[in-house]
């Protein structure tokens, strides 16, 4: 069945390493999410993409975060280098928004299982 | 920018009806959404109302009120299996287009 995938489920690394988070959205689906998780901040919104080009990364520190779609069957992000403070469960959506001025296809998105980072 | 409340917590018995209220304070969207969220899982889309009033889809409803800035996830018929987390979220017209979400209500059905 559809669903999206992300590699690695978990992560744990040391302090100024480079972490590689990767994700196959939905085949036929066009818009890609990475979303970050923590008990103190929630669900944050990093980035997103829409048939590959980057539409916002706002929610990103710039300085460490890249995120890239290579492919449309790929999704990647990047920490280097890795903080403490970057510890959290990384998420991948994505959603089919085929006609952007249905705003109903933004709402619906399907997660990924997600990446837990661990930075020591 | 935007702003959604939601109570942290709610417990309820298994079989009963539950409300989980969502207030927001955002200068307008498209729709409100809501999400649930198993320990250790991801986010799964329950719903999404782009229109005032109320959406059904098997025992769980969402009611949107814009002229009061609120909205709510019902739910019925109370399962086990119903405790998680469950969050809503916004589509913003302006600034900003991505899903905001809250912070999330954490459901808990006791026997």
């Known amino acids: 069945d559809a669903r999206v995938t992300q590699t690695p489920r978990h992560k744990v690394t040391e302090m100024g390493q480079e972490v590689t988070m990767r994700c196959q959205p939905i085949?036929?689906?066009?818009?890609v999410f990475w979303y970050r998780q923590t008990m103190m901040q929630g669900l944050e919104l990093l980035a997103y993409?829409?048939?590959?080009?980057?539409?916002?990364d706002s929610g990103m520190p710039k300085d460490r975060f890249s995120a890239e779609m290579p492919d449309a069957t790929l999704a990647t992000l990047k920490i280097q280098p890795s903080e403490p403070r970057d510890s959290a469960v990384y998420f991948c959506?994505?959603?089919?928004?085929?006609?952007?001025?249905?705003?109903?296809?933004?709402?619906?998105?399907?997660f990924g299982p997600g990446t837990r980072l661990t930075v020591l | 920018g935007q702003s959604l409340e939601q109570p942290s917590e709610v417990t309820a018995v298994e079989g009963a009806i539950v409300q989980i209220n969502c207030t927001y304070q955002t200068s307008g969207f498209y729709g409100l959404s809501w999400y649930q969220q198993h320990d250790g899982g991801a986010p799964t889309f329950l719903s999404y109302?782009?229109?005032?009033g109320l959406e059904e889809t098997g025992r769980f409803s969402s009611f949107l009120s814009r002229s009061d800035s609120y909205g709510y996830l019902l739910l019925q018929e109370l399962q086990m299996k119903d405790s998680a987390s469950y969050f809503c979220?916004?589509?913003?017209?302006?600034?900003?287009?991505?899903?905001?979400f809250g912070s999330g209500t954490r459901l808990q059905v006791q026997p």
């Open positions: 109302n782009a229109l005032d």
């Open positions: 959506a994505s959603a089919l928004t085929t006609q952007p001025r249905i705003r109903a296809h933004y709402n619906e998105q399907f």
């Open positions: 979220a916004v589509y913003p017209d302006t600034g900003r287009r991505a899903l905001t």
């Open positions: 085949l036929g689906h066009n818009t």
């Open positions: 993409f829409r048939n590959r080009a980057p539409l916002d």
